[in-house]
């Protein structure tokens, strides 16, 4: 009975192997290899915008289809990466990026983990030093069975 079901187990992972590339989500190949890197970076790039935590190369949806094309198309088409990049953020916003841009407008996003950093630290700073003064002020004195009186 072990040996059969060892042998349906290995075969499974045989045809799940053998057929892996047939479940890509984006089987996109473009004739240049440079222009092939280029588009498979910039799909782990951009954001998919339904899926939202998902980047266009992995999603299967319709929206993530249509941009990818566009990406394609534009890099056909000889636009460089960043010209794509900020054509799709014009055009989606910068949520569309895994890693957006500084700015003014995004300022808070980018500090906004120091200064609650700083701010943990302060109070903790402040409890402890609390702490160590309720516990050097503490003079009651031990009875003798060892409870406060």
Request: charged letters at 25%.
């Amino acid at each position: 009975m072990r040996r059969i079901v060892l042998a349906l187990t290995l075969s499974a992972c045989v045809a799940l192997l053998r057929t892996g590339t047939l479940w890509a989500v984006d089987p996109t190949q473009l004739p240049d290899p440079v222009l092939q890197s280029r588009y498979v970076a910039l799909t782990h790039e951009l954001r998919c915008m339904q899926c939202q935590n998902e980047a266009i190369a992995d999603s299967p949806v319709d929206l993530a289809a249509d941009l990818r094309r566009e990406v394609r198309d534009q890099l056909l088409a000889g636009k460089s990466d960043s010209e794509i990049r900020a054509w799709m953020a014009a055009r989606y916003g910068d949520f569309i990026l895994f890693r957006p841009a500084y700015s003014l407008r995004n300022a808070w996003l980018w500090g906004a983990p120091g200064v609650l950093l700083l701010i943990g630290v302060l109070v903790s700073w402040r409890v402890v030093r609390e702490r160590t003064t309720l516990l050097g002020a503490d003079h009651d004195s031990l009875g003798e069975d060892g409870d406060s009186r």
